[in-house]
């Protein structure tokens, strides 16, 4: 691999993480005004709010492969593994503390969710095929 090739890499994965967290940010923005507007709880969320994490995680996963048009396995695999480093640091940093094992189960989820994103997102592309 070159340089150029891993320059297209790390560009493809910068944009899935990118979506997910635009995306995580408009989703938590409202859920937050659910919980403060009205008489909804957080126990009553909780499968929505899970529910919209795969979503995103899928979205970015095919942003990913559809931005790099080859590899998309790898390439969403590599976008949920960076976003689960980039809430792991958060976690440990922020409260000292190590993923529980729910946690981390959610996190291998995460990743296989991005993962067929990619694959997905490959898949999708207008790449022009030669038979």
Do not use: Q
Not at 49 to 67: D, E, M, P, Q
């Amino acid at each position: 691999m070159n340089i150029e090739e891993s320059k297209s890499y790390g560009s493809a994965v910068l944009y899935g993480v990118i979506a997910i967290f635009i995306v995580a940010l408009i989703s938590s923005l409202i859920f937050s005004l659910l919980l403060r507007f009205t008489s909804i709880d957080e126990a009553a969320l909780k499968f929505p709010i899970t529910t919209v994490s795969f979503i995103t995680l899928f979205v970015g996963g095919f942003i990913s492969g559809k931005r790099r048009k080859e590899k998309g396995w790898f390439l969403g695999g590599l976008t949920g593994f960076v976003y689960s480093f980039i809430i792991f640091l958060f976690h440990y940093l922020g409260f000292g503390k190590l993923f529980s094992f729910d946690e981390m189960v959610y996190h291998i989820c995460f990743f296989l969710t991005a993962m067929m994103g990619g694959i997905l997102g490959v898949n999708t592309s207008s790449k022009s095929r030669s038979i």
